[in-house]
């Protein structure tokens, strides 16, 4: 059986992360993803962490190679009007095109929706940046870290007497594709009703701030900033990450959530009913929150004793909401994410087998598959160009001589 | 302009880790009924409430992720509620829920139930750890789906235990990825006529947020670490939060030809401060590689960039950045996104009327686009606002509903 988007060509200009991770969920149920690439500006993540001894080069980056699982690549200078002619071709062929770069340089080479639409009236087009295609700020040049900073993640996170730090992996990177997924699809879906295309713009800011909404409307309606507040929550306590045993020479530390007064109860039971425990003060949600710095420290000295993973189970057993803090080595052994063949393994040219991990959906009746690693730069250009443009041998190596083909 | 998902009709049964799926499916012109039980979501009971009033219409949170919806309460528990939500899922499209594994099922409500009723219904299911496997039947919420993502343990300060972000983003990443399930859904069931079981997982959902750090792990290693306000690059880590004046701003020590330019500015612009040293201005930033560099490097470098960042203001700084193209941000808090220009510009904020209560400013489209309409539709249903109007699609009059209240059906 053919998978979902068997036979779409999505073709995607750009790189760091927020583009290729979009594309993925397509790629992953059978679209061709074809990404247009420079090896004179190489995508951001193919560089982050080369050096001169990088094995593979622009081909050994670990980074790239998990996040661009499943897709085709395409060399072409772009500084030369051949080579733009060749990526508007594959533009008009395409069922969609996905673009990150900052806004403008799509129209620089004349690839923008305006000038594609006119040759492609039912185009399919995604632009996603920072800040979006219109407004003062639209040529800021911000990375994820500044777009977390910019939509409000980043002053939520932390300890209420420290500097803030910002959730791991600059979240708009990873917010944002799955708008964009979402919005490609909802595309894709307009265009097969109505036959009409679009042009999408996807500002990374703002759809994070759509997530905020709660934090929005606290200000708005209330005049209030929420703070950041540790693990604390306004609604539960306890509420937090406690030390356990260290293991394998590291820190150990299960996460707790205790969520209302049954729960509480459950919790006293595990711990075997001592007496600080049992007090009628700290029966109501309200009696926890005002000590909940003390039952932090009584919790952790009953965590301290045993493994992250005995701590949780013994919790989830009695129907406490736990988990210990799995580190990105313990996610390879986590048996829930095996059960869901999170991570799956591609053979990569330069890099070997390694795993890469696909989406968090699991459909009924269909699979996502991760059939090939990512691409190195550029080793797809002949295929593409023979076998979508039908270009000939002689073309191929007039664009190839003239430098046009990376 | 028209709806992507005009005519599809979605009954969303969800609690507050599914809030923004419904809510996005609606923006993008679904017809998006809320299923709650007769005294309410418990989102409705939690604080903080519009104005500091409790009242089941009031609480910010279910305000805010239940736009673009209509609402209807049902007790599900009851025999007649049970039957309700079956004549009105024979007629949907979607059916997405968050409980836990099996509730659906042991109430009569489950994947074939539905299946039977209506083979073109999809259902949608998110859940902390997923519909099976060895820990299907944990619990969880936002702080332990992320604990088990390997995301909490790199975020924090190295002294002090893995944090969260105090607002559940989670619940942000394994909505969006179940409104995706959904519209992939809606494409197949085109080519094969048929529904299917959607099952999303919080903690697989916060594991792509790493960004590929944890597939990486066994080509690099690396199993994560607390690095605080900074970033692990190379040998060394290099500050990404910085104090200033008033606040903090994010700014990387990183390089590439896309940074390049962003760091010969920045210099230039302290240097017309008079805060740039002679050491500082001698740096070639077209061949720097910031994953060269050793510890003692990035330190004098960082205590050149910090010195001059504490003179200036989040405002001063951002105004700069956008003039100069510094890869520099301010750390938003509410009032800063309240207040910005850009995002003025694009009308990003929106007014709704919240019909007894008075108009709300929110934030407004999640994206702009040429061919389809997304905005918000609707304020967040009252409670029970549009029983009447829903139970009337399925034929049953207002004394009929007046009936099932009384008896606690709805």
Same mark, same amino acid.
């Given at each position: 059986m053919s998978a979902l988007f068997t036979g779409t060509t999505i073709l995607e200009f750009g790189g760091g992360a927020a583009g290729p991770i979009a594309t993925r969920y397509f790629a992953d149920h059978g679209a061709t993803v074809i990404r247009v690439e420079s090896r004179r500006r190489p995508d951001f993540l193919r560089i982050l962490r080369l050096t001169p001894t990088t094995p593979g080069g622009l081909d050994g980056s670990a980074h790239f190679a998990v996040l661009n699982v499943n897709k085709l690549s395409v060399a072409l200078d772009l500084s030369r009007p051949e080579g733009v002619a060749v990526a508007r071709r594959l533009a008009l062929l395409a069922d969609a095109v996905a673009e990150n770069f900052a806004p403008g340089a799509m129209a620089k080479w004349g690839l923008d929706y305006a000038s594609l639409v006119q040759e492609r009236p039912d185009l399919v087009m995604i632009s996603t940046c920072l800040n979006g295609q219109t407004g003062p700020h639209r040529h800021y040049p911000g990375f994820g870290g500044q777009g977390s900073a910019l939509a409000g993640f980043n002053h939520l996170t932390g300890w209420p007497d420290r500097e803030p730090v910002g959730p791991f992996g600059t979240i708009t990177d990873s917010l944002s594709p799955r708008y964009a997924a979402l919005l490609l699809g909802a595309a894709l879906l307009h265009r097969r009703r *109505?036959?009409?295309?679009?042009?999408?713009?996807?500002?990374?800011?703002?759809?994070?701030?759509?997530?905020?909404?709660?934090?929005?409307?606290?200000?708005?309606?209330?005049?209030?900033?929420?703070?950041? =507040? !540790?693990?604390?929550?306004?609604?539960?306590? @306890?509420?937090?990450?406690?030390?356990?045993?260290?293991? !394998?020479?590291?820190?150990? #530390?299960?996460?707790? %959530?205790?969520?209302?007064?049954? /729960?509480?109860?459950?919790?006293?039971?595990?711990?075997?009913?001592? %007496? #600080?425990?049992?007090? @009628?003060?700290?029966? *109501?949600?309200?009696?926890?929150?005002?000590?909940?710095?003390?039952?932090?420290?009584?919790?952790?000295? #009953?965590?301290?004793?045993?493994?992250?993973?005995?701590?949780? +189970?013994?919790?989830?057993?009695?129907? +406490?909401? %736990? %988990?210990?803090?799995? /580190? $990105?080595?313990?996610?390879?052994?986590?048996?829930?994410?095996?059960?869901?063949?999170?991570?799956? *393994?591609?053979?990569?040219?330069?890099? !070997?087998?390694? @795993?890469?991990? *696909?989406?968090?959906?699991? $459909?009924?009746? =269909?699979?996502?598959?991760?059939?090939?690693?990512?691409?190195?730069?550029?080793?797809?250009?002949e295929y593409v160009l023979r076998e979508l443009l039908g270009m000939g041998a002689e073309e191929l190596e007039r664009l190839r001589a003239a430098g046009v083909l990376e | 302009m028209s709806d992507a998902l005009s005519g599809i009709r979605i009954l969303d049964l969800t609690h507050e880790p599914g809030f923004l799926t419904g809510k996005v499916l609606g923006d993008l012109g679904a017809d998006v009924v809320k299923v709650e039980p007769p005294d309410g979501d418990p989102a409705r009971r939690r604080p903080p409430f519009w104005g500091g009033r409790p009242d089941a219409d009031r609480s910010l949170l279910w305000l805010a992720l239940n736009t673009s919806k209509r609402g209807i309460t049902l007790a599900l528990d009851r025999q007649r509620g049970r039957e309700l939500l079956l004549a009105l899922a024979e007629r949907a499209d979607v059916l997405v829920e968050s409980e836990t594994p099996g509730t659906l099922r042991a109430r009569g409500l489950g994947w074939e139930t539905l299946h039977a009723r209506n083979p073109r219904l999809i259902l949608c299911s998110l859940t902390p750890f997923g519909q099976t496997g060895p820990r299907a039947g944990w619990r969880g919420s936002d702080l332990t789906a992320v604990a088990a993502s390997g995301n909490l343990y790199s975020t924090g300060d190295p002294d002090r235990a893995p944090v969260r972000c105090s607002l559940p983003v989670s619940y942000y990443h394994g909505g969006l990825e179940a409104a995706v399930g959904v519209v992939f859904a809606l494409l197949a069931r085109d080519a094969t006529g048929e529904g299917q079981h959607v099952d999303v997982a919080l903690q697989a959902a916060m594991v792509m947020p790493s960004i590929g750090t944890a597939a990486m792990f066994r080509m690099t290693g690396l199993r994560g670490a607390r690095v605080g306000a900074f970033m692990s690059a190379g040998r060394t880590v290099q500050r990404e939060i910085w104090p200033c004046r008033d606040g903090f701003v994010s700014f990387a020590l990183r390089g590439g030809p896309a940074r390049v330019p962003g760091l010969f500015a920045m210099v230039a612009y302290m240097d017309e401060h008079g805060m740039a040293s002679e050491r500082l201005k001698a740096v070639d930033w077209k061949t720097y590689n910031h994953n060269l560099l050793t510890q003692a490097e990035v330190d004098a470098l960082t205590r050149e960039f910090g010195a001059f960042f504490a003179t200036k203001t989040m405002a001063e700084l951002y105004q700069a950045a956008c003039a100069r193209n510094l890869m520099l941000a301010p750390v938003n808090t509410a009032r800063e996104i309240v207040a910005s220009e850009q995002l003025a510009a694009r009308h990003f904020f929106v007014e709704v009327e919240n019909p007894g209560r008075g108009r709300l400013r929110y934030p407004g489209a999640f994206a702009a686009t040429s061919g389809q309409t997304v905005a918000i539709r609707r304020p967040a249903p009252r409670l029970g606002e549009h029983t009447v109007e829903i139970l009337a699609e399925l034929g049953l009059g207002e004394r009929d509903v007046e009936r099932l209240r009384a008896e606690g059906v709805a």
């Open positions: *109505t036959g009409e295309g679009q042009h999408i713009d996807l500002s990374q800011v703002e759809a994070g701030i759509v997530c905020l909404t709660e934090s929005i409307l606290t200000y708005t309606a209330n005049g209030e900033v929420l703070e950041r =507040m !540790g693990n604390r929550s306004r609604h539960a306590a @306890p509420h937090g990450v406690f030390r356990c045993a260290d293991a !394998g020479g590291r820190d150990r #530390w299960v996460a707790v %959530a205790v969520h209302d007064d049954e /729960d509480w109860q459950r919790l006293v039971d595990v711990l075997g009913r001592p %007496a #600080w425990a049992v007090e @009628p003060a700290l029966a *109501t949600t309200a009696g926890r929150q005002e000590r909940a710095a003390e039952l932090e420290a009584r919790l952790e000295e #009953w965590t301290r004793t045993q493994t992250a993973a005995d701590a949780a +189970v013994r919790l989830q057993t009695a129907g +406490v909401d %736990a %988990a210990p803090v799995e /580190d $990105f080595g313990d996610l390879h052994d986590d048996p829930q994410l095996a059960h869901r063949r999170h991570f799956r *393994t591609v053979e990569h040219d330069v890099l !070997g087998a390694h @795993p890469a991990e *696909t989406h968090a959906i699991r $459909f009924s009746a =269909m699979e996502p598959r991760l059939d090939a690693p990512a691409p190195c730069l550029g080793a797809h250009t | -």
